[in-house]
């Protein structure tokens, strides 16, 4: 089952996402024959090359272990048009451009745009793209990818999406997350949806809270200016991590399509319940990392790294808690995580399930009891634990916790495919179930936005300082009910 023949357009086509993300995912699935006979990519942006060049400049990043023969062929398939995206006027040699390669290499009309450019091109190209009847295709389909971020906060984003809906139909646009091309992600709608042991225990009576921790080891690496003007909420919450709350908190779609799914996603954004200006003191803890020392090494504060203003606010990690005000999930905390230069790269939803309503076993006259808990680890160590207790041999009934553990590493024969195979050979199907719909990102910005607009309007929020290397600020474990803490994974 491969996609119709197609021109793959891509803007911005000699920045780092093509090069690294996009290049490598669509030269696997060339060489896992996953695309059909008849395709081509056509590079554009404003840096002159030849097509020749352009395959070159590509060529380090094409994957090292697979055929050189299928990774060549890979590249005949490549062209490049240098072009001005922000002028109108350039367009029209685009379209010849695409013409011309119809015509020689006998593919009918079907395009995909996809927009890999700085965000303030977002609205522009699609206009462009519509001044010359691109936008619609008489012989064919014609598909727009918008890279994240999607605007800069909720009005951004309100006004892009009416900007690409004057020239393009929703079933047209594919807004990309690159969170749910991860096959761990998908997986939970499976884990959830296709077992029947998960789902009846999957709510308020059986579980205590949800804890989902995206931490990251590195730093800004080079991104100081970007990510200066977005920090941890924009660049991680508003989108990846409440996509996964959306996977963790859906209720069953009638059938696995886009829109029954995406249907179900949006009412959990929808039943975020929006913090009140008063607790987001005390529920959302924003960190900033400081130098420190790690493994013998001195390592830059975030206020010293290339981009980034000296006194800087912005958040380099952040932590919530929040409730999901419907039926399901009534009164379960949940609590998000995230945080560059942190002990490691790890990502994963924690399920605290509730202690037995009576601990019938004692160890020392002190009650026994096992906290039952199941983890979905989306990287890097792909696969799912789920903890629980059994009896310690020999005398009496002492309690041992104990796990059961998959690991996707053990299936020798099985290759995960990055986010961004999955995602555009299903842009190239036509299958939009794991590209955002417009009306779920305004939804997930309506949430974040009261938050976003406190920073700032209230500038004693605190902004606590946490050493490189560390968990994050202590404040951040507080935020948990009782004596309990995070899941610290090693
Ligand atoms: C990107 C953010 O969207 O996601 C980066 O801009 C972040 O700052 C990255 O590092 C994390 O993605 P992944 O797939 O490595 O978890």
New binding site residues.
């Given amino acids: 089952n491969t996609p119709e023949s197609h021109i793959l357009v891509i803007f911005g086509a000699s920045g780092d996402l093509t090069k690294r993300k996009l290049i490598p995912a669509i030269c696997k699935l060339h060489n896992g024959k996953r695309l059909p006979e008849k395709f081509a990519i056509l590079g554009a942006s404003r840096t002159e090359m030849t097509d020749e060049e352009f395959r070159e400049s590509v060529t380090d990043f094409l994957p090292k272990d697979d055929d050189q023969c299928k990774c060549d062929e890979f590249l005949e398939k490549l062209y490049y048009q240098p072009l001005g995206t922000a002028d109108a006027d350039e367009y029209g040699k685009l379209k010849d451009r695409l013409e011309e390669l119809k015509e020689k290499l006998d593919i009918p009309g079907n395009y995909i745009f996809y927009l890999s450019t700085p965000p303030k091109l977002y609205g522009v190209i699609p206009a462009n793209l519509a001044s010359v009847g691109l936008n619609q295709q008489e012989d064919g389909y014609t598909r727009l990818i918008v890279e994240?971020p999607f605007g800069n906060n909720l009005e951004t984003a309100q006004k892009l999406n009416k900007e690409l809906l004057n020239y393009f139909d929703e079933k047209q646009i594919y807004r990309i997350d690159?969170?749910l091309g991860?096959e761990t992600v998908q997986n939970m709608l499976v884990a959830r949806f296709s077992n029947g042991i998960f789902e009846p225990i999957w709510n308020r009576n059986f579980i205590e809270r949800v804890e989902i921790s995206?931490a990251?080891s590195?730093g800004?690496e080079g991104?100081g200016g970007?990510?200066d003007q977005?920090g941890a909420m924009r660049?991680?919450v508003q989108?990846?991590l409440l996509q996964l709350v959306g996977m963790v908190g859906m209720e069953p779609p009638v059938v696995a399509e886009a829109d029954a799914i995406r249907n179900e996603t949006l009412k959990v954004f929808q039943s975020l319940r929006p913090l009140e200006p008063e607790e987001i003191r005390s529920n959302v803890i924003r960190g900033q990392y400081m130098e420190s020392r790690i493994k013998n090494e001195q390592v830059k504060g975030y206020r010293g790294e290339k981009g980034v203003d000296p006194e800087s606010r912005t958040e380099t990690f952040l932590a919530m808690k929040f409730y999901i005000d419907n039926w399901r999930w009534a009164g379960v905390p949940f609590y998000l995580r995230t945080g560059?230069k942190l002990p490691t790269?790890v990502?994963e939803v924690v399920i605290k399930f509730r202690p037995t309503p009576h601990h019938l076993f004692q160890e020392d006259g002190v009650t026994a009891h096992v906290t039952n808990q199941l983890i979905i680890r989306?990287?890097p160590d792909e696969g799912i634990l789920l903890k629980f207790g059994l009896k310690e041999p020999g005398a009496g009934f002492r309690v041992q916790p104990v796990n059961m553990d998959f690991h996707y590493s053990d299936l020798s024969d099985v290759e995960l495919p990055t986010?961004y195979e999955r995602l555009l050979l299903d842009c190239m199907m036509g299958d939009q179930t794991l590209y955002l719909r417009g009306d779920a990102v305004e939804a997930a910005w309506r949430f974040v936005q009261p938050i976003l607009n406190a920073w700032e309007e209230n500038p004693s929020l605190p902004i606590y300082g946490y050493p490189a290397g560390s968990w994050g600020p202590q404040e951040a474990d507080d935020l948990i009910e009782g004596e309990d803490t995070w899941r610290y994974p090693c």
């Fill in positions: 994240k690159h969170y991860k995206s990251e590195l800004v991104r970007y990510y977005s660049d991680m989108n990846h560059k790269r990502t989306i990287q986010a």
